[in-house]
């Protein structure tokens, strides 16, 4: 099996990894977005595991508990969660990364009160906040801290500079070859598909990072000979995909997602943590100070993010696709639709999608894009 | 909300019976045309959401604040909501978001403030807003824009669930109850605050004054404690949830100041006096209904429907039992920690099942009735607050609506599930 299809089925298969660590005797610590300093996790000796949603199955279960009106992929994780799926976790971080994610934490806390029966892995709340201000670097730099000694709490060792700097390296050097493969897409012509760079960045969260490391080099070398593509070049703006329904149907009429606004995308890989200072110093900077953000950043900073991506990539065309009860990218949209069309690059907008998308609505979504590339293809 | 506060179309005015409700509403008008009076002066003037720390502004010479829900409520009960958020729609912004909170915003976007309630808002010069949600950042930025003046965010640190039984503990334990290092932000924030006012407005702080206002609110919040107190041990009940909702929220917006310190002592006195009386709501009480949620600022009528029908009777909503268990901090030797501890977990506290089920139970209710908002963040976790409820005997009825935007209220519809509800589930049999 060559790279690409390597990483594609540990995109697939998401705790395909995550299983064989455990079955050698390892423990696996589970967290939700990309606001968990993955670096800490493996430093202490654990398989980070990115707990992602989903869409193709229901959420019967957390639909007893809790309301239908979040962030819909948050409530798939919840309703996995409660069904088995995540049964392979020792441990669990959340990060205050969103309402919804916070809310998962208190709905955990709470389904475990009202049913005493129903019991997580221990789980331990990541308070990070994001305003770029000296106060909120302070408290960050504690909770990293305080991260470290839960961890070294679970594992029952030193999590030491060395590791962490180990780790670290190993992570910048992930970065650093998904900055290159992300390359391969903005190139004209793209050398590689939206749905495949999805896959080669998503399969990251999934595996060890020395392992998705060597996969990434060997299909870095031989991606000279990968084959042009041909399309309209899209950008996606919006929520953040953990799946690749949108791609797949964007990609069918014939167009090509070369960049995206997404911590499922592009946005992973960006701002590498210093090596050259304090290991647990180089974490509070990165995770406090990462530049965008879809919830915490000002519009203005994501109309900024949105046109620098967008000419970087030299998109012809942008959707935004935003979830139902996704309100913080929603209060975007005007802004970043005016700026992108001040730019003449055409916009098509889907808001209040849901997060599993029913036949109707790809056709529905199908057609529309359709419609789009082909007033793009007029145009130009 | 006051009884001034007259729909001009669709919504339903509250019948009041307090000479209170009827004089701090009136005070709150003349406040803001006062207020209006002095901005055109060339002063200071903060916009700020209702769980930012207003005490700074009063100690530094009292620069006016307005909390966006107070104006959110009264341009809703003015029945102009809908007419807002429409324009806001029709710039692109989606139907589905929040509403409470943004709804100056989308005021401000009309740009004429003539047409707004009250001879209109004045330009703040400062936002002020703690990010205890998703959204604050971009409505504040938002509505930053429109005014041309500053924001000033300040942090909101995750709650956790780890204190049973916090509305024991907030007034002498609070230090371990919100914990040091929320704590210490905070401070530092409320610091960070006091020096941009210093330097922007040139006024004063004084410590002094700040610890004198912090006492001031005690004194008012132990008025409303022994008005819950009273409300919830008196059958039937002596004041119903519109004069409730009128007094303790136009005296909130003024916590800090002799006038209110005096006006809650009359609030007090005039319920002694009705409870003393024996005058109530509805003489026939037989159902008591807890409301849940913010109140519905379009339609305060709406908790009068079913006096008559049922002898139904909304006797409490969380305004006045936070006011009572949320505010008083017993160590005023350090006034702006005590300070910085009010508002950083008051809104996981209102929401929290276990302090909802204790007013419940406090009041004697036979059931509740609890909005739930699907454009707001605040809403998700209704279901444990129902679960909880339920599990402690008190029957619960959701009901999908929003506070401030009447435009998918179903009066009808609304007044039928109740009926139904307190017919099937409240009456005691």
């Known amino acids: ?380 | 909300m006051n009884d001034s506060e007259q729909p001009s179309a669709g919504g339903r005015r509250s019948v009041k019976q307090l000479k209170v409700s009827a004089e701090v509403a009136k005070y709150q008008r003349d406040w803001f045309k006062a207020t209006q009076e002095r901005l055109s002066a060339g002063e200071p003037f903060c916009l700020a959401n209702a769980d930012a720390p207003h005490e700074i502004f009063l100690t530094m010479d009292d620069i006016p604040v307005v909390m966006t829900q107070w104006w959110s409520a009264i341009i809703s009960a003015k029945q102009m909501s809908g007419y807002y958020f429409d324009g806001m729609n029709k710039k692109g912004y989606p139907r589905d978001l929040c509403r409470y909170c943004s709804l100056p915003l989308a005021c401000a976007m009309d740009h004429r403030p003539e047409q707004a309630p009250w001879g209109g808002l004045p330009s703040p010069t400062l936002l002020l807003a703690q990010l205890s949600c998703d959204v604050h950042t971009k409505i504040f930025e938002r509505m930053a824009r429109e005014y041309k003046c500053a924001f000033f965010p300040m942090e909101y640190s995750a709650p956790r669930p780890i204190y049973p039984r916090w509305w024991e503990k907030l007034e002498t334990e609070w230090k371990e109850v919100i914990g040091s290092d929320v704590l210490d932000l905070r401070v530092e924030e409320l610091k960070g605050l006091i020096r941009y006012l210093e330097t922007t407005t040139g006024r004063v702080f004084s410590h002094k004054k700040l610890t004198e206002i912090m006492a001031l609110e005690n004194e008012q919040e132990e008025y409303f404690k022994k008005i819950r107190d009273l409300l919830a041990s008196t059958r039937p009940c002596p004041v119903g949830l519109p004069d409730q909702l009128a007094a303790t929220m136009n005296l909130q917006w003024h916590r800090g100041t002799q006038w209110g310190v005096d006006h809650a002592r009359m609030f007090y006195e005039e319920v002694l006096e009705r409870v003393d009386g024996g005058e109530v709501v509805c003489r026939d009480e037989k159902v008591r209904l807890m409301w849940i949620g913010r109140g519905l600022w379009h339609n305060t009528a709406f908790y009068q429907y079913f006096e008559e029908k049922y002898g139904a009777v909304f006797t409490n909503s969380m305004y006045l039992s936070i006011a009572a268990d949320g505010y008083i901090r017993d160590s005023l030797n350090d006034p702006l920690r005590a300070l910085a501890s009010r508002h950083l977990y008051m809104g996981y506290c209102l929401r929290d099942p276990e302090w909802q089920l204790n007013e419940a139970k406090r009041y004697g209710v036979n059931g509740a009735v609890m909005i739930v908002a699907s454009n707001c963040i605040d809403s998700v976790g209704s279901r444990f607050i129902e679960m909880v409820l339920e599990e402690g005997g008190i029957p619960v009825l959701p009901i999908q609506a929003d506070v401030v935007d009447a435009r998918e209220w179903d009066d009808e519809k609304i007044q039928a599930q109740v009926s139904t509800f307190i017919e099937e589930r409240c009456i005691p049999r």
Not at chain 1, 3 to 28: C, F, N, S
Not at chain 1, 316 to 321: D, H, I, K, M, R
Request: include cysteine; aromatic fraction near 10%; proline fraction near 5%.
């Open chain 1, 1 to 380: 099996m060559g790279p690409l299809e390597t990483m594609r089925k540990y995109y697939e298969q998401r705790d395909l990894a995550a299983r064989e660590w455990k079955a050698g005797g390892g423990k696996v610590v589970g967290y939700v977005s990309d606001d968990v300093p993955e670096e800490m996790i493996l430093a202490a000796g654990f398989f980070p595991q990115r707990m992602s949603g989903d869409p193709s199955s229901n959420t019967e279960e957390a639909d007893k508990y809790t309301e239908t009106f979040y962030d819909p992929s948050v409530r798939s994780i919840l309703n996995m969660m409660l069904t088995g799926k995540y049964d392979f976790l020792d441990f669990i971080i959340i990060p205050h990364s969103s309402d919804s994610i916070l809310k998962l934490y208190h709905q955990m806390w709470w389904i475990h009160r009202i049913n005493p029966a129903i019991t997580f892995p221990p789980v331990y709340l990541f308070d990070i906040l994001h305003l770029p201000l000296y106060t909120t670097g302070q408290y960050v730099r504690d909770r990293v801290r305080e991260l470290k000694r839960k961890l070294e709490e679970w594992s029952g060792k030193t999590l030491t500079d060395e590791a962490l700097s180990r780790a670290i390296a190993i992570g910048n050097e992930n970065r650093s070859l998904l900055k290159t493969v992300a390359a391969l897409r903005a190139v004209e012509p793209p050398r590689l598909s939206g749905c495949e760079a999805l896959r080669i960045i998503g399969a990251s969260a999934f595996m060890l990072k020395e392992e998705h490391n060597k996969l990434l080099k060997q299909f870095l070398e031989g991606s000279r000979e990968l084959p042009a593509r041909k399309g309209v070049r899209i950008f996606i703006e919006g929520s953040d995909l953990d799946n690749l329904q949108l791609y797949g149907l964007i990609e069918s009429c014939g167009a090509l997602v070369v960049a995206e606004d997404s911590n499922w995308g592009n946005r992973y890989f960006e701002d590498p943590a210093d090596e050259s200072c304090d290991p647990l110093e180089a974490i509070a900077d990165r995770y406090h100070l990462r530049p965008s953000r879809i919830r915490i950043q000002s519009i203005d900073q994501r109309v900024r993010y949105c046109r620098r991506n967008v000419a970087e990539a030299r998109a012809q065309g942008a959707v935004f696709f935003i979830y139902e009860w996704d309100p913080a990218p929603a209060w975007d949209l005007p802004d970043q639709k005016k700026a992108l069309e001040e730019m003449g690059i055409p916009t098509l907008s889907f808001d209040a999608q849901k997060y599993s998308l029913s036949d109707v609505k790809k056709k529905e979504i199908k057609d529309s894009v359709q419609r789009f590339i082909q007033t793009i293809g007029t145009r130009q």
